[in-house]
């Protein structure tokens, strides 16, 4: 009697409800979690060409202290950052070279233009060697404008780089 209830396609449909049950109930909490983590710890990579540089010196200071929102300042190499923060002008150039930094990092990675030349070329837009924003370069989560840009901008920047990974799906 129990081997004609039981076939092998309701026991497919049981164990495929099972499976959507246990993706709901694991799935939301766990990639919470890694989200989570993922915010309060992010490893900058710095890649420092102009002005902008002091200004993230600044916000490194006591004063604004980037490390209370999850920048890390002390890394050890490439392969265990996840943020890149490009400041001031790339040229075509350095532009492969930049690529090559981005590539080397683990997944997931994120990238910061900060200042007017990292996102528009500033005032050397006009220039044959100068690279009109890095958006063709690398894919840009989040722009800090100005020129420079205060450190307060570049914290707010890095709260809306958070809020952003908040709402990524974990993979």
Known sequence: MLKELITPQNAN??????????????DQPLGYAINW????????VHIETACCSVEFGAASSPRYDVERFGIIEAFGSLRQCDLV??????????APRLRLVYD??????????MGACAITGGLYFDSYNVLPGIDGVLPVDVYVPGCPP??????????????KIKRMKAR
Do not use: H, N
């Open 150 to 163: 205060r450190p307060e901008t570049l914290i707010q920047g890095c709260i809306l780089l958070q809020e």
């Open 37 to 44: 983590g993922r915010i309060w710890s992010l490893w900058p």
């Open 104 to 113: 080397q990092m683990p997944e997931p990675k994120y990238v910061i233009a």
């Open 13 to 26: 449909a049981f164990v495929g409800k099972l499976g959507d049950f246990l993706v709901k109930a694991i």
């Open 85 to 94: 923060v490009v400041q001031g002008t790339i040229t075509r150039k350095m």
